[in-house]
């Protein structure tokens, strides 16, 4: 799973689907923290744990510690967890 994050967002959420430039589709997600010793991660991470509905020992960080553009694996059933993300990102 793919997000593009936006650190110091002025609130947790998940905004909806965007679009890279290399066409592939992320997550739009904001935080609050800030993008130091890894706070905007961890806020992320613990976001995107609560939105797909399982622990956040469950969200794994692939790529990205550093970019705004970040790739998380998550685990659980692929159906049920893309259910869950595309209705906390405010799609069908």
Same mark, same amino acid.
């Given at each position: 799973?793919?997000?593009? +994050? /936006?650190?110091?967002?002025?609130?947790?959420?998940?905004?909806?689907? +965007?679009?890279?430039?290399?066409? /592939?589709?992320? $997550?739009? +997600?904001? %935080?609050? #923290?800030?993008?130091?010793?890894?706070? #905007?991660?961890?806020?992320?991470? /613990? $976001?995107?744990? =609560?939105? #797909?509905? +399982?622990?956040?020992?469950? %969200? *794994?960080? *692939? &790529?990205?510690? /550093?970019?705004?553009? =970040?790739?998380?694996?998550?685990?659980?059933?692929?159906? #049920? $967890?893309?259910?869950?993300?595309?209705? &906390?990102?405010?799609?069908?």
């Amino acid at each position: 799973m793919r997000a593009r +994050v /936006t650190p110091r967002g002025g609130r947790d959420a998940i905004d909806g689907i +965007v679009l890279l430039s290399d066409e /592939t589709a992320a $997550l739009a +997600v904001r %935080v609050r #923290a800030a993008p130091q010793d890894g706070e #905007a991660n961890a806020a992320l991470r /613990t $976001l995107l744990a =609560k939105a #797909a509905g +399982v622990a956040r020992s469950a %969200v *794994t960080q *692939t &790529a990205g510690a /550093t970019s705004r553009n =970040k790739t998380f694996e998550i685990h659980g059933d692929p159906a #049920a $967890l893309e259910a869950r993300l595309r209705a &906390a990102a405010g799609g069908p």
